[in-house]
């Protein structure tokens, strides 16, 4: 597949990422140039936009990551809200699509909506993304002050938390050890299928009652 940007089309091949520059108005044309639909995925950073054909793997993985999320809340006893796809969006400043958010502290405040002003509603607790293709950059979450920001990069989780005014690697504020419950889940995710794996989880969550 060739890459196609024109007024009527636009095509990415797999796994590529494409720079344009481009204003704010440039971003919203092409926002709705694309509509709902799931690929390619589109970004806004002052000046440029960013466009993203996910790779299969994006999505399995973006997938077992979110599940793995809600069997922890569940077997916590967490309430909380999911939201994917969703684009976050400060005007003139920034747009973005995570793979996934989670309101687990600030759920209440989002409960039957069916649009978030991301200028005076509370951010998501949590967002995940998916680096395959090297798109994401954790800098791109601070306009929003998300709390706590996970990536997974090259089958490596990477957590991050925002301190101030940047963001720093350290452990989840949520899950506890749940770097190496995500590790143990990918590597069987190797071998099995996400419904297995998730299964597994479950049993061994129990287990640690």
Same mark, same amino acid.
């Given at each position: 597949?060739?890459?196609? !940007?024109?007024?009527? +089309?636009?095509?990415?091949?797999?796994?590529?990422?494409?720079?344009?520059?481009?204003?704010?108005?440039?971003? %919203?044309?092409?926002?709705?140039?694309?509509?709902?639909?799931?690929s390619?995925?589109?970004k806004?950073?002052?000046?440029?936009?960013?466009?993203?054909?996910?790779?299969?793997?994006?999505?399995?993985?973006a997938?077992?990551?979110?599940?793995?999320?809600?069997?922890?809340?569940?077997?916590?006893?967490? !309430?909380?809200?999911?939201?994917?796809?969703?684009?976050?969006?400060l005007?003139?400043i920034?747009?973005?699509?995570?793979?996934?958010?989670?309101?687990?502290?600030?759920?209440?405040?989002?409960?039957?909506?069916?649009?978030?002003?991301?200028?005076?509603?509370?951010?998501?607790?949590?967002?995940?993304e998916?680096d395959?293709?090297?798109?994401?950059?954790?800098?791109d979450?601070?306009?929003? +002050?998300?709390?706590?920001?996970?990536?997974?990069?090259?089958?490596r989780?990477?957590?991050? +938390?925002?301190?101030?005014?940047?963001?720093?690697i350290?452990e989840s504020?949520y899950?506890?050890?749940v770097?190496?419950?995500?590790?143990?889940?990918? %590597?069987?995710?190797?071998?099995?299928?996400?419904?297995?794996?998730?299964?597994?989880?479950?049993?061994?969550?129990?287990?640690?009652?």
């Amino acid at each position: 597949m060739d890459t196609v !940007i024109t007024p009527q +089309r636009i095509e990415l091949p797999p796994g590529a990422v494409l720079k344009l520059l481009g204003n704010w108005q440039d971003y %919203q044309v092409l926002s709705q140039q694309l509509g709902d639909r799931s690929s390619p995925r589109i970004k806004y950073r002052r000046g440029e936009i960013l466009l993203m054909a996910p790779l299969p793997e994006h999505g399995r993985d973006a997938s077992l990551l979110a599940l793995i999320v809600i069997a922890i809340l569940d077997h916590l006893n967490r !309430i909380y809200e999911s939201f994917t796809p969703i684009t976050m969006s400060l005007s003139e400043i920034s747009g973005i699509e995570p793979d996934f958010c989670f309101y687990i502290e600030n759920c209440r405040a989002v409960v039957g909506k069916k649009r978030i002003d991301w200028e005076s509603d509370p951010p998501p607790d949590l967002a995940i993304e998916i680096d395959v293709t090297s798109y994401t950059d954790i800098n791109d979450f601070l306009p929003y +002050r998300v709390p706590e920001v996970w990536i997974l990069k090259s089958n490596r989780l990477l957590i991050y +938390r925002l301190q101030e005014e940047s963001y720093v690697i350290t452990e989840s504020s949520y899950f506890p050890n749940v770097r190496e419950i995500v590790q143990q889940c990918l %590597q069987m995710a190797n071998e099995q299928t996400t419904s297995e794996v998730i299964r597994w989880l479950k049993n061994f969550l129990r287990g640690q009652n």
